[in-house]
């Protein structure tokens, strides 16, 4: 499978408590991006990665929130000291060009109890 | 800043009807537009697109045309299947660092 993955599908965790996300892009595409979709809206921009570099991260929804890709490759994205409100689906896709579509993994979805 | 609007839902129609999802865009310059679809408890998956004003995407019997004196890209099938039954976004990408911006999304009920 091609495509672009992510692990875990689901995730639980109690408040307060650190997670991190794992993606992995198509292997062609230096673009990658993540996402989080809260029920009955589209997907929100969090961050944006070419290759190493992570060129937007104005949108990560607060400090708690962190993304790297360190070798232009895989990308991770961790939320440190949970909130209930940061129970969504979180997801990432990636691209080959600025202009081009994004392909999207399965999602991560979170629940903070 | 960039947005997108889409018809809300949830939209129920009988299958063989015909399909219209309408969806319009503010941006500044000449973006891309895209149609995804959602089925429940996965990702998104790309339906079509069109990068260019006058074009035509398709694919698996759905149609949307790029028009930009109406700033609108309405996805349209000829005749839904049950299988259709999904969440339809409208996206837009104007090749910025912010990748695409979706609509709220348009949930699709097809009946037997």
């Known amino acids: 499978d091609t495509g672009v993955s992510q692990n875990p599908r689901h995730k639980i965790t109690k408040r307060g408590q650190n997670v991190t996300f794992r993606c992995d892009p198509i292997?062609?595409?230096?673009?990658l991006y993540w996402y989080r979709q809260t029920l009955g809206q589209g997907p929100e921009f969090l961050t944006y990665?070419?290759?190493?570099?992570?060129?937007?991260k104005s949108r990560l929804l607060s400090d708690r929130f962190s993304a790297e890709r360190p070798k232009g490759s895989f990308s991770t994205l961790e939320i440190q000291r949970t909130e209930q409100g940061d129970s969504a689906m979180y997801l990432c896709?990636?691209?080959?060009?600025?202009?081009?579509?994004?392909?999207f993994g399965q999602g991560t979805r979170l629940t903070v109890v | 800043g960039d947005s997108v609007t889409q018809m809300e839902g949830p939209v129920t129609l009988s299958e063989e009807a015909f399909l219209t999802i309408n969806c319009t865009y503010t941006a500044t310059g000449y973006p891309s537009l895209f149609w995804y679809v959602q089925y429940p408890g996965e990702g998104l998956q790309l339906l079509l697109k069109?990068?260019?004003?006058?074009d035509k995407g398709s694919n698996k019997g759905f149609e949307a045309t790029y028009r930009k004196e109406t700033t609108s890209f309405h996805l349209e099938k000829g005749s839904v299947q049950v299988s259709d039954s999904a969440v339809y976004f409208c996206?837009?990408?104007?090749?910025?660092?912010?990748?695409?911006?979706f609509g709220k999304g348009t949930h699709l009920i097809i009946q037997p």
């Open positions: 996206a837009l990408n104007r090749g910025g660092a912010d990748g695409l911006t």
């Open positions: 990665f070419q290759n190493e570099a992570q060129l937007e």
């Open positions: 292997s062609e595409h230096n673009r």
């Open positions: 069109a990068t260019k004003a006058d």
């Open positions: 896709a990636s691209s080959y060009e600025r202009w081009s579509e994004a392909f």
